[in-house]
C-alpha cells in the first residue's frame, strides 16, 4: 500500500534554531515529491518539488533532501523564525496516476521566541 | 499572484442540508481539485476536474457531488450533509494534474 509517513508529529524549537523533518514513503516507482507549508488557517503552500533524479532542492531558508534508495526525504530549516511555526506536510505523487498523490499526515512545527 | 478563492471561510449547517461550497481561480487554470483535510487522516481528494464540465472520483467522493460550468468555478455540493462531513474543506488549481495552488479552505460544522 503506498504510504507517506512523517516524523516527528509535533516539534518545538527555539527562535533561531536549525531543525530537520521527516519522510519515509513507500510509494515506487514516483514522480516527484513535494513539500508543503501550511500555516493556521491557510491553505498549503507548495516550497520545493523533487522529481526521483534530484537529491536536493532549496527554497531560501528551507533546503530539502532525497534519498531515492532508501525513500527518504528531509526538510531542513535554517535560523528558524517565528512566521516558520506551521504544519509541514509531505507528499508522493505516483508514477503514471495522473492527479493522485499521496499525502502524508504533516509535522507541526512550533517555533518559540 | 494565483488566486484560488474559496467563498466560505466558516459554514455551520444542519444535518439532511444541502450545501454548496465555491471556489474560484484567477489563472485559467484547466485543473481543480477538492480535497477534505481531517486531523490525523491528511488530505483526501474527494473530485478533480481537468477541464469545463469534466469530472473525475477521487478516492472518498460518496456523499459528494462536484459542478464546474465554468473554467475558474469549481463547485463542491453536499446533497444531503451528515455529522461526518464536518472537515475543512480545501480546493485547489494547477495547469496540470497535480494540485500547485490552494485556497485558504472552508472549515463546515454539520451539526
Known amino acids: 500500500k503506498n504510504q507517506v509517513e512523517q516524523s516527528p508529529q509535533s516539534l518545538i524549537i527555539l527562535e533561531g534554531k536549525n531543525c530537520t523533518l521527516q519522510?519515509?514513503?513507500?510509494?515506487?516507482?514516483?514522480?516527484?515529491l513535494r513539500w508543503y507549508k501550511q500555516d493556521t488557517g491557510r491553505g498549503p503552500v507548495s516550497l520545493t518539488i523533487?522529481?526521483?533524479?534530484?537529491n536536493t532542492k532549496s527554497n531560501g531558508r528551507y533546503t530539502a533532501t532525497l534519498d531515492a534508495d532508501t525513500k527518504q526525504s528531509s526538510l531542513h530549516i535554517t535560523a528558524s523564525q517565528l512566521s516558520d511555526s506551521a504544519s509541514y506536510i509531505c507528499?508522493?505523487?505516483?508514477?503514471?496516476?495522473?492527479?493522485?498523490?499521496?499525502f502524508g499526515q504533516g509535522t507541526e512545527l512550533s517555533v518559540k521566541p | 499572484d494565483v488566486k484560488v478563492t474559496q467563498s466560505s471561510r466558516y459554514l455551520v449547517k444542519r444535518t439532511g442540508e444541502k450545501v454548496f461550497l465555491e471556489c474560484v481561480q484567477d489563472?485559467?487554470?484547466?485543473?481543480m481539485f477538492w480535497y477534505r483535510q481531517d486531523p490525523g487522516l491528511g488530505l483526501r481528494l474527494i473530485y478533480f476536474?481537468?477541464?469545463?464540465?469534466?469530472?473525475e472520483k477521487g478516492d472518498i467522493p460518496e456523499g459528494y457531488s462536484v459542478s464546474r460550468e465554468k473554467k475558474e468555478r469549481f463547485s463542491l455540493i453536499l446533497e444531503s450533509a451528515s455529522t461526518n462531513q464536518t472537515s475543512m474543506y480545501l480546493c485547489?488549481?494547477?495547469?496540470?494534474?497535480?494540485?500547485?495552488?490552494f485556497g485558504n479552505g472552508t472549515r463546515l460544522t454539520v451539526t
Open positions: 485547489a488549481s494547477s495547469f496540470t494534474g497535480i494540485p500547485l495552488h
Open positions: 519522510c519515509n514513503y513507500t510509494v515506487s516507482p514516483f514522480s516527484n
Open positions: 523533487m522529481t526521483f533524479s534530484e
Open positions: 507528499v508522493v505523487s505516483p508514477y503514471n496516476q495522473g492527479g493522485k498523490l499521496i
Open positions: 489563472m485559467d487554470h484547466e485543473n
Open positions: 476536474s481537468y477541464d469545463v464540465k469534466m469530472k
